[in-house]
Each structure stands twice: as structure tokens, then as C-alpha cells.
């Protein structure tokens, strides 16, 4: 079960690019959620797979021999969702831009969150992740205010 669901039911072992399958399909719920019930929904979303992504992760790690093995992407759903609580609202534009700057930030690990990744263990595996989301998220907020309304409905 605890790989079920650091895996995201299997899209961490869908190739190439693993954490990038893991936050796609993390991205059709989040933003359903965040078209319906608001940011503050998408964020207690968030909290809870980030809990659930420590409780799993945590089992698993001690059975690999990799230190952030790249099938789990527990912690890109949990990363994902924290991006979008930057967005006021459900908007197609705003998403993208929510996916591509969590993206972008999970990947070339700036700042505090290479920092994060390099604590090593479940800490590492997650920490990345939320930190990057967070980071998104105030970039998402800060746009907010110059760029078109389109973007942020």
C-alpha cells in the first residue's frame, strides 16, 4: 500500500521524467479542487498528501538503495498542490503557469530548496518539494497583481 500510494498508483514509474508524470497527474484533482471549493481546500489537500507522502515514503526509503528513488512522487503532488494556492481562483492560464514554475523551481533547486534536497532522507525527499510548491505559490501571488485578470479569474 505504501508504494501505491508514493507512487502516485504507479505514475512514478512512467518514463521519462517521473516527477513530471507525478505533478501532471496531480494537477487534474488540485485544480478541480481549486475551480470548486478555493485555495484554502487545495491547501488542506496539500497538508494531507504531504502527511500521507511522509508516512509512505518513510517506509519505503529504508527498502531502496537509492537515496530519493524517482518513482516516488508523492511529494511533487504534495509540491504541486502548495503552487496552486497561489492562484485566486480556476483558470487554464494560471495552472500552466502554477505547473511550469513548480516545475521549473523542483528541478533546478534554488536556494532553500536545494537546500532541502540535500538533508538526505524522508526530510530530503519531501522538504524539496513543499518548499518549491510554497516558493511558486508567492511567485503566483506576486504576478497576480501584473498580469492580465484572464490569468487569475
Known sequence: MTRALASLCGAGFLRPAPGTWGSALA???GA????FAGPAAVAAGAALLAAL???AVARELPRS??????????DEAAGMWLALVGLPGFGWLGTAAAFALFRLL????PGPVGWADRRGGVA???LDDLIAGALAAVALLALSFVL???WFP
Open 106 to 109: 523542483d528541478v533546478a533547486k
Open 32 to 35: 478541480a479542487l481549486l475551480a
Open 124 to 126: 530530503g525527499v519531501m
Open 53 to 55: 507522502g511522509w508516512w
Open 148 to 150: 492580465p485578470a484572464e
Open 65 to 74: 538503495d537509492e537515496p530519493d528513488p524517482g518513482w516516488i512522487v508523492i
Open 27 to 29: 494537477l487534474i484533482p
